[in-house]
């Protein structure tokens, strides 16, 4: 198991951009594929962006692909999700997941650990 503790969400205007970060600890977390996930009131769990255990590859929803960018620094220990041209439909509680088996993918993961979530909300 892997403790995922999500940071860097609130209020932001429609066109403005903010920095999810996501500190993991208790495994070797450079060895495990991460993803985010975003639910929105009243939606199921949606899947965001993923990235592969090397940094390598990075894979994200079409609604989000050009203003969202998935990184990882693992030196920190932290996966991040950079979000530009914020709409208000990215209002959501953000979630950062680990994959459940090592040396993953960004795609077709288990995610078998995630944080407690973090809200984002967009105004317009």
């Known amino acids: 198991q892997v403790q995922l503790v999500e940071s860097g969400g609130g209020p932001v205007e429609a066109g403005g951009s903010l920095r999810l970060s996501c500190a993991a600890s208790g495994r070797t977390f450079s060895n495990y594929a991460m993803g985010w996930f975003r639910q929105a009131p009243g939606k199921e769990r949606e899947f965001v962006a993923g990235i592969s255990w090397s940094g390598a590859s990075t894979t994200y929803v079409d609604s989000v692909k050009g203003r969202f960018t998935i990184s990882r620094d693992n030196a920190k220990n932290t996966v991040y999700l950079q979000m530009n041209r914020l709409k208000p439909e990215d209002t959501a509680v953000y979630y950062c997941?680990?994959?459940?088996?090592?040396?993953?993918?960004?795609?077709?993961?288990?995610?078998?650990?995630w944080g407690q979530g973090t809200q984002v909300t967009v105004s317009s």
């Open positions: 997941a680990a994959d459940s088996r090592p040396f993953g993918g960004s795609y077709n993961l288990d995610f078998g650990s």
